[in-house]
């Protein structure tokens, strides 16, 4: 069985005259106005399916960090749009975008291809149907969700998520590499640059994540502890919760004050080999 054919463009029409849409939300917001409308358009042109799902906060978010505005403006310009039916109230609000006159705007394109224009998605149980002729299509959700909450987690100065996520996005890491940026969080977390002044030095997760510093070299604290001693294999010495070792002198638990009997803080049983 060969694989259904993606319904993407690289192109849309740019037209010169405009009815209520454009005016309004250039009175309403100014530039930003316009250029977000213009860059969802463009978003869902370049989605299988001419439409955008959002209802996970991992593509939301993303999806902020291309309209170059803050998140709550953004939100105002889009529900503006749904006003002018500029996209699809009813899809809205199941946190879906998509606008007939977009993809209607686009049926010379489809007469010139093999695949049918796509129609209006459906949403069911938080499961979106594209509504083509092929009923067997649907979204394939994005992994990056899940490798960039394990990212996030582990990383200790939580900043600029936004950023971060775009970062993230852009190397989208197999399994392998994940766990190489993890691994190296992990011990970067002990150096001497990242512990002092209550990790004031630590980078944005961002910068840190554009400047591939999972390859940087590990230099170890000034507390006397062997390479052994940071081994972050070896859960008997490594506390999850807070990033020190039980036995390390240099710094006490700030996770918790109060040790476990084992003689670390409640985060140790997180750590994952």
């Known amino acids: 069985m060969s694989r259904p054919k993606k319904r993407t463009v690289d192109y849309f029409p740019h037209y010169v005259n405009h009815k209520k849409t454009i005016p309004l939300l250039k009175s309403k917001f100014g530039s930003d106005g316009y250029s977000v409308f ?36 953004t939100l105002s310009i889009l529900e503006f749009c749904v006003r002018l039916k500029a996209f699809d109230d009813k899809l809205f609000k199941n946190k879906i ?43 394939k959700y994005s992994k990056v969700e899940e490798t960039f909450v394990q990212f996030w987690k582990t990383y200790p100065k939580k900043k600029s998520k936004v950023a ?32 002092k002044d209550r990790g004031r030095y630590i980078p944005l997760p961002a910068s840190w994540l554009n400047g591939e510093m999972w390859n940087d070299e590990i230099s170890t604290p000034s507390g006397g502890n062997s390479d052994a001693d940071f081994s972050i294999t070896k859960k008997e010495n490594y506390c999850g919760q807070c990033s020190f070792f039980k036995n390390s002198n240099k ?3 700030q996770g918790k004050k109060e040790t476990s ?13």
């Open 164 to 195: 971060a996520i775009k970062a993230f996005s852009k190397i989208n890491p197999d399994k392998t590499l994940l766990k190489k940026i993890i691994k190296a969080l992990m011990a970067q977390k002990n150096t001497d640059d990242w512990i």
């Open 97 to 139: 975008i998509w606008s007939d006159n977009f993809t209607d705007g686009l049926s010379n394109v489809y007469k010139k291809r093999s695949v049918s224009a796509p129609e209006r998605p459906v949403s069911v149980s938080k499961t979106i149907v594209p509504g083509t002729r092929n009923p067997q299509s649907k979204v």
């Open 38 to 73: 213009f860059q969802t358009l463009e978003i869902l042109g370049k989605n299988d399916g001419h439409f955008y799902d959002f209802s996970d906060e991992i593509d939301w978010l993303f999806f902020v960090s291309e309209m170059g505005v803050s998140e709550e403006k």
């Open 251 to 253: 710094e006490e638990c």
């Open 261 to 273: 009997l084992a003689g670390h803080c409640p985060g140790f049983d997180q750590v994952k080999t």
